[in-house]
Protein backbone atom coordinates (compact mmCIF):
# COMPACT_ATOMS: atom_id res chain seq x y z
CA UNK A 1 0.00 0.00 0.00
CA UNK A 2 2.92 2.38 0.91
CA UNK A 3 4.29 1.72 -2.27
CA UNK A 4 1.10 3.07 -4.35
CA UNK A 5 0.81 5.93 -2.18
CA UNK A 6 4.73 7.13 -3.14
CA UNK A 7 3.56 6.08 -6.97
CA UNK A 8 0.49 8.49 -6.56
CA UNK A 9 2.42 11.32 -4.56
CA UNK A 10 5.20 11.30 -7.71
CA UNK A 11 2.59 11.55 -10.10
CA UNK A 12 0.72 14.36 -8.52
CA UNK A 13 4.52 15.98 -7.72
CA UNK A 14 4.96 15.88 -11.45
CA UNK A 15 1.81 17.66 -12.32
CA UNK A 16 2.38 20.34 -9.42
CA UNK A 17 6.12 21.15 -10.60
CA UNK A 18 5.45 23.06 -13.81
CA UNK A 19 2.26 23.90 -13.23
CA UNK A 20 2.34 26.72 -16.42
CA UNK A 21 2.83 23.43 -18.85
CA UNK A 22 0.15 21.80 -16.79
CA UNK A 23 -2.01 24.65 -17.13
CA UNK A 24 -1.60 25.52 -20.79
CA UNK A 25 -1.82 21.96 -21.78
CA UNK A 26 -5.60 22.08 -19.81
CA UNK A 27 -6.32 25.28 -21.36
CA UNK A 28 -5.58 23.26 -25.43
CA UNK A 29 -7.36 20.40 -24.20
CA UNK A 30 -10.13 22.20 -23.39
CA UNK A 31 -10.41 24.85 -26.80
CA UNK A 32 -9.82 21.64 -29.06
CA UNK A 33 -12.61 20.53 -27.16
CA UNK A 34 -14.70 23.73 -27.66
CA UNK A 35 -13.69 23.00 -31.69
CA UNK A 36 -14.58 19.53 -31.92
CA UNK A 37 -17.68 19.65 -29.66
CA UNK A 38 -19.11 23.56 -30.10
CA UNK A 39 -18.13 24.57 -33.43
CA UNK A 40 -18.42 20.72 -34.96
CA UNK A 41 -14.78 21.05 -36.68
CA UNK A 42 -13.47 17.98 -38.22
CA UNK A 43 -12.13 15.80 -35.46
CA UNK A 44 -9.29 15.34 -37.81
CA UNK A 45 -8.36 19.14 -37.39
CA UNK A 46 -8.95 18.75 -34.00
CA UNK A 47 -6.10 16.35 -33.66
CA UNK A 48 -3.86 18.22 -35.63
CA UNK A 49 -4.19 21.30 -33.51
CA UNK A 50 -3.52 19.52 -30.70
CA UNK A 51 -0.77 17.72 -31.77
CA UNK A 52 0.87 20.89 -33.50
CA UNK A 53 -0.41 22.78 -29.40
CA UNK A 54 1.15 20.30 -27.55
CA UNK A 55 4.74 19.99 -29.08
CA UNK A 56 4.81 24.16 -29.06
CA UNK A 57 3.88 23.92 -25.43
CA UNK A 58 6.57 21.06 -24.71
CA UNK A 59 9.11 23.23 -26.71
CA UNK A 60 8.67 26.17 -24.52
CA UNK A 61 8.36 24.56 -21.74
CA UNK A 62 11.91 22.67 -22.84
CA UNK A 63 13.80 26.13 -24.22
CA UNK A 64 12.04 27.89 -20.60
CA UNK A 65 14.01 25.37 -18.77
CA UNK A 66 17.02 25.35 -20.23
CA UNK A 67 17.30 29.47 -20.21
CA UNK A 68 16.48 28.88 -15.77
CA UNK A 69 19.28 25.98 -15.78
CA UNK A 70 22.26 28.50 -17.86
CA UNK A 71 21.19 31.82 -15.84
CA UNK A 72 23.67 32.39 -13.40
Known amino acids: ?????????????????????TITTLILVAAVAALALGLGVE?????????AGCLVILIEAVLR???????P
Open 65 to 71: EARHRRA
Open 43 to 51: PLLCGGVLL
Open 1 to 21: MSVLLEVLRELVGMFIADARL
